[in-house]
T-cell receptor
């Protein structure tokens, strides 16, 4: 069984550009959550989606948006990139209501 | 939303000693408390979890305790080994929703 897959693994963007990150959850998992992890810090909650509906949103600006597709995969979009957006972006999938999260390997975004 | 605080930020122990990491949470509705281990350059991996209807859970050398009244929970690692060296994160959520993480504890086990 494939785990949580994220693409791309690495990305370099210029300030002001837009980026789209992708995540495919474990088969059978209907919930996908996105986290930002800056080096040396814990994962910061960005969004959670369940059955294509937004279930939760963290304290991130409107430049960050996401969506979930009918096959439960998800995209995270970040507009007008800032240097401070440089981080590891982690996607996690879970069963609804229990079982903990399984993380993907992340997308390392560098904004220059 | 939930706020999770974790202490200490760094912990160094001698091989064979025990290690304890403590977390507090703010939202009394939180009922699920997992712990994750993240090795350098790798994804966080779930090592143990506890639900609010249980006070303690053990899995070989690791255990987690929960005090709902005080809103704190702890990770205990006994007989530490060098391969236990990693960053450990606690987290809290309500029914697996909106999971919030602590800032992490860097554990170093010296041989």
């Amino acid at each position: 069984d494939a785990g949580v897959t994220q693409s791309p693994t690495h990305l370099i963007k210029t300030r002001g550009q837009q980026v789209t990150l992708r995540c495919s959850p474990i088969s059978g998992h209907k919930s996908v959550s996105w986290y930002q992890q800056v080096l040396g810090q814990g994962p910061q909650f960005i969004f959670q989606y369940y059955e294509k509906e937004e279930r939760g949103r963290g304290n991130f600006p409107d430049r960050f948006s996401a969506r979930q597709f009918p096959n439960y995969s998800s995209e995270l979009n970040v507009n007008a990139l800032l240097l401070g957006d440089s981080a590891l972006y982690l996607c996690a999938s879970s069963l609804a209501g229990y079982g903990g999260y399984t993380f993907g390997s992340g997308t390392r975004l560098t904004v220059v | 939303g939930e706020n999770v605080e974790q202490h200490p930020s760094t912990l160094s122990v001698q091989e064979g000693d025990s290690a304890v990491i403590k977390c507090t949470y703010s939202d009394s509705a939180s009922n699920y408390f997992p712990w994750y281990k993240q090795e350098l350059g790798k994804r966080p991996q779930l090592i143990i979890d506890i639900r609010s209807n249980v006070g303690e859970k053990k899995d070989q050398r690791i255990a987690v305790t929960l005090n709902k009244t005080a809103k704190h929970f702890s990770l205990h690692i006994t007989e530490t080994q060098p391969e236990d060296s990693a960053v450990y994160f606690c987290a809290a959520s309500n029914n697996n929703n909106d999971m919030r993480f602590g800032a992490g504890t860097r554990l170093t086990v010296k041989p």
